[in-house]
């Protein structure tokens, strides 16, 4: 590959990341919880990887020539985003002090990051349309060798931007117990219009 595609991708990949959509309100979310940004990030991040090593695999162009099996992953990601969306608007993150997140372990943030990203249908088709485009078939790398080094550049990429959207929500709400629960909700209700949205697309089609 050249400097001059990969500088290409990147620059197509930056544009994509900096969209606010569920990733951003999910990590803003995890910023007004205290040392839950790192794990959330690395579950969206978990996400995008597992998109890249499916269409490095060939796994995802079977799975997108499948009408049904596509149709059940927008499904699972649509109501898995709705509910989360509902409850961060019931319940909002607000910083308290003293309080104790118990129930909110490591490992639930990084399982949640991954399913709001991983089993969203759209990054999977993103990859498809994508990350082939930028590959190289003169290249002496070979074809899935690429695709991992760009979905690598990619998960950079989005850690970088999503590490700096969850600590700044932690820097500015973390005193601001009112603005963060309305950044909460707002954050909420973003997941459950994108999730509206998915489902929409399915019903119409």
Not at 93 to 101: I, V, Y
Not at 131 to 151: E, V
Not at 167 to 189: D, H
Request: proline residues 5%; hydrophobic residues 60%.
């Amino acid at each position: 590959m050249t400097l001059s595609i990969v500088a290409a991708f990147w620059a197509v990949s930056f544009l994509f990341i900096i969209t606010p959509g569920a990733d951003w309100a999910y990590a803003i979310s995890a910023g007004m919880r205290e040392r839950r940004v790192a794990p959330a990030v690395a579950g969206l991040l978990s996400g995008h990887l597992l998109a890249t090593l499916l269409v490095a695999a060939g796994v995802g162009a079977l799975l997108a020539k499948s009408p049904v099996v596509m149709s059940l992953l927008t499904l699972a990601g649509a109501l898995y985003l709705l509910w989360l969306g509902i409850a961060m608007v019931r319940q909002p993150s607000a910083p308290e002090e003293g309080q104790a997140h118990v129930a909110d372990s490591w490992f639930r943030w990084v399982w949640k990051g991954a399913c709001v990203s991983g089993l969203n249908p759209k990054v999977l088709l993103l990859f498809l349309a994508l990350l082939p485009q930028f590959t190289d078939p003169l290249s002496t790398w070979p074809i899935p060798t690429q695709l991992l080094a760009l979905g690598a550049l990619h998960a950079v990429s989005c850690a970088v931007v999503y590490l700096l959207v969850g600590f700044s929500a932690q820097a500015v709400l973390q005193t601001r117990p009112s603005a963060a629960r309305t950044v909460s909700r707002v954050s909420g209700v973003l997941m459950a219009i994108i999730a509206l949205v998915l489902l929409a697309e399915q019903v119409m089609h």
